[in-house]
């Protein structure tokens, strides 16, 4: 226990605070892991991830639409964090900036992930048939024993979702399903708090119109 | 206009985050405008639905996958890193030396072939490209290496009117001696020393003495 920490206690023991003792107590912690992890502790590294495995990998999914492709990223993410942590000067929370590295390289692979359906696409699609942006992400299809299960809305949602542009869906997810703060997306995405709200609202509206005929 | 306006803002009038005087507008607005109206009911439920989605968990062995892959990329990096910081400096410049010579023997040997002797050659004047032949003939029988253009040539590919060169150890030019003698070529005595000797063989009739004058 440091110094900062004692007086922290003493401090609030008198006081009716225990929130802030413990929000402040989580700052310290996080930048205790922090230190660990900049200087190499491989204790640290797995810390890391037992904290943060979930987020990483379930902000993967709901951005890629695909778990294979979302753990090989989620994996690449904490691997690049391996190396880019020396980097991390605390200036956003630590999970802030794991999700800024996450939507980073999950927007990397949908680029990749389309080139390579354009590249295998046939030369004269027809008239309606999904777009190649269209069958990387629609590839959470549903399955019989999902509809089966009662999970339809859930399937029709995750659907949904998919077909948005990766820019309405990464603010969707972001806010509506990280739960973010607008400070947090500011700073995963680089996008101007206007943007943003704009953005965010035309993305909700257009979710909506898809869901219309089911709600 | 009031409209156009007033819809922008209809996802944070659903969100609960705007100030009281923008939501007390929207609220005037909404009870004149179905469209909007509608939309806030569209919001509502699709927000609901959303953030009602379950956040999918990383694999049961997602840390452990995600270890063996650094296991992998690190001993990759390390090997060559350690390989390298292993070396004191001498060692180093030892090793860019050996590979600096062993890379200009192989491009030597590649390019020319060795020449074993570098002392002043003698030469053989011979009348023209038939005596050329013969000499040649002679000293492939001598158990002598005949070369064109610094080059291992068979016996009877020599052309007329080239340069030859024979290369040869002391029992050969005894023998090739012996052998031009009732030619009318006489080679004279073997020289001093051991190892191999080279004999340049060059016509009278297209090449100039080396002093200018003629034979
Ligand atoms: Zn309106």
């Known amino acids: 226990m ?9 401090l609030t023991w008198a006081g009716p605070a225990p929130i802030l003792f413990s929000m402040l107590s989580q700052a310290t912690s996080e930048r205790r892991l922090v230190r660990a992890l900049q200087r190499g502790d491989e204790a640290a590294f797995d810390e890391l991830v037992r904290l943060h495995q979930h987020k990483v990998f379930g902000l993967c999914v709901r951005l890629l639409g695909d778990r294979a492709e979302a753990e090989d990223v989620a994996q690449e993410v904490f691997l690049s964090v391996f190396v880019s942590i020396r980097t991390f000067r605390g200036e956003s929370l630590l999970s802030t900036w794991l999700y800024r590295i996450t939507r980073n390289h999950c927007l990397n692979r949908l680029k990749f992930l389309k080139r390579r359906a354009f590249d295998r696409q046939k030369p004269l699609a027809e008239e309606g048939e999904p777009s190649p942006v269209g069958t990387v992400l629609a590839s959470a299809s549903p399955r019989p024993d999902q ?18 542009s990766d820019e309405h869906r990464e603010l969707v997810v972001l806010r509506d399903l990280e739960n973010l703060s607008y400070e947090e997306i500011e700073v995963i995405t680089g996008l101007a708090e206007g943007t943003v709200k704009s953005r965010l609202h035309r993305a909700r509206m257009e979710l909506a119109r898809k869901l219309s005929p089911y709600l | 206009m009031e409209h ?36 806030v009911e569209l919001l509502r439920r699709t927000l609901s639905l959303v953030r009602g989605m379950p956040r ?20 990759a990096r390390a090997s060559i890193t350690r390989w390298i910081r292993l070396m004191v400096p001498w060692e180093a410049a030892l090793v860019v030396l050996l590979v600096a010579v062993g890379g200009l023997c192989v491009f030597q040997l590649l390019t020319h072939q060795i020449r074993p002797v570098e002392r002043a050659a003698p030469v053989l004047w011979v009348q023209d490209g038939e005596g050329l032949r013969a000499v040649a003939r002679a ?54 020393g051991e190892g191999l000797f080279v004999i340049e063989v060059k016509p009278r009739a297209v090449a100039a003495r080396p002093d200018g004058g003629v034979d």
């Open chain 2, 56 to 75: 999918p968990s990383a694999p049961a062995n997602f840390s452990q996958a995600l270890r063996r892959r650094a296991r992998k990329g690190a001993l």
């Open chain 1, 147 to 164: 509809m089966a299960e009662g999970r339809q809305m859930e399937v029709l949602l995750e659907r949904a979702i998919g077909e948005l």
């Open chain 1, 2 to 10: 440091n110094c900062f920490e004692q007086c922290l206690r003493a």
């Open chain 2, 139 to 192: 000293a492939w029988e001598a158990g002598a290496e005949v070369r064109l253009l610094g080059r291992r040539v068979p016996p009877d590919s020599f052309l007329s009117a080239t340069e030859l060169e024979i290369l040869l150890d002391g029992p050969a030019w005894e023998r090739l001696r012996e052998r031009l003698l009732p030619l009318g070529h006489p080679l004279p005595p073997r020289p001093a």
């Open chain 2, 4 to 39: 156009e306006r007033m819809s922008e803002r209809l996802s944070e009038f659903v969100e609960g985050t705007l100030a009281a005087q923008e939501r007390q507008e929207i609220e005037t607005h909404l009870a004149s405008c179905v469209e909007c109206r509608r939309d």
